[in-house]
Nanobody
């Protein structure tokens, strides 16, 4: 079992920044592929970014490339998502997810076994 707890969401103006964190426990963190997804009411979870268990291998949705940065600290069992140049359309509940092993192509939410409860990000115009 893996427990995931997100933090760092909030209300920010367009153009602003936030840093999300996802603390993991329960399994060897460095063997987990970790992803960030977001969801708005009435929509399915949308892939945002992924950090593969092989350090340094990442992948991003086209809509966030150049603005968001995913990173991980395996000594702290924590995944991060730096959100810069935020836009109103970035608003949503951001959730982290984990799967043992995996690859950077795991952009579909159905690959993931474990999920956090999510943290709300609201970007005002």
């Amino acid at each position: 079992q893996v427990q995931l707890v997100e933090s760092g969401g909030g209300l920010v103006q367009a153009g602003g920044s936030l840093r999300l964190s996802c603390a993991a426990s329960g399994r060897t963190f460095n063997l987990l592929t970790m992803g960030w997804f977001r969801q708005t009411p009435g929509t399915e979870r949308e892939f945002v970014a992924i950090s593969m268990w092989i350090v340094g291998t990442t992948n991003y949705a086209d809509s966030v490339k150049g603005r968001f940065t995913i990173s991980r600290d395996n000594t702290k069992n924590t995944l991060y998502l730096q959100l810069d140049s935020l836009k109103p359309e970035d608003t949503g509940v951001y959730s982290c997810a984990a799967v043992q092993g995996g690859s950077a192509s795991y952009t579909d939410r159905r690959y993931y076994t474990y999920w956090g409860q999510g943290t709300q990000v609201t970007v005002s115009s």
